[in-house]
């Protein structure tokens, strides 16, 4: 079993920065993938982008490029999301999930994180 917890959401003004954490514990040798999402009210949830240990990689959906970066503290198990130049309609529950190794789909997921950027 995985457990996901994330970290570091709050309350900022427009043009802010902040970093999100998601640490990681349990089995983690057998994920292999860890997505960033989020959910605004009365929104369908939508990916942010993932980062990958083999190959080690980081992807991300096409309009979450530029503001957006993935990396990890390998050390620590944890994955971060910096988002820079935040937006009012960056306003979200951020979560992060794991996948497992050779499955399709996100098996684990965070409680969520409540980001709020004022105008």
């Known amino acids: 079993h995985v457990q996901l917890v994330e970290s570091g959401g709050g309350l900022v003004q427009a043009g802010d920065s902040l970093r999100l954490s998601c640490a990681i514990f349990?089995?983690?040798?057998?994920?292999?993938?860890v997505g960033w999402f989020r959910q605004a009210p009365g929104k369908a949830r939508e990916s942010i982008g993932n980062?990958?240990?083999?190959?080690?990689?980081?992807n991300y959906t096409e309009s979450k490029k530029g503001r957006f970066t993935i990396s990890t503290n390998n050390a620590q198990n944890t994955v971060y999301l910096q988002m820079d130049s935040l937006e009012p309609e960056d306003t979200a529950v951020y979560y992060c999930?794991?996948?497992?190794?050779?499955?399709?789909?996100?098996?684990?997921w965070g409680q969520g994180t409540q980001v709020t950027v004022s105008s």
């Open positions: 349990g089995r983690i040798f057998s994920i292999n993938t």
């Open positions: 999930a794991a996948q497992r190794v050779r499955r399709v789909g996100f098996d684990y």
């Open positions: 980062f990958s240990w083999v190959p080690e990689v980081a």
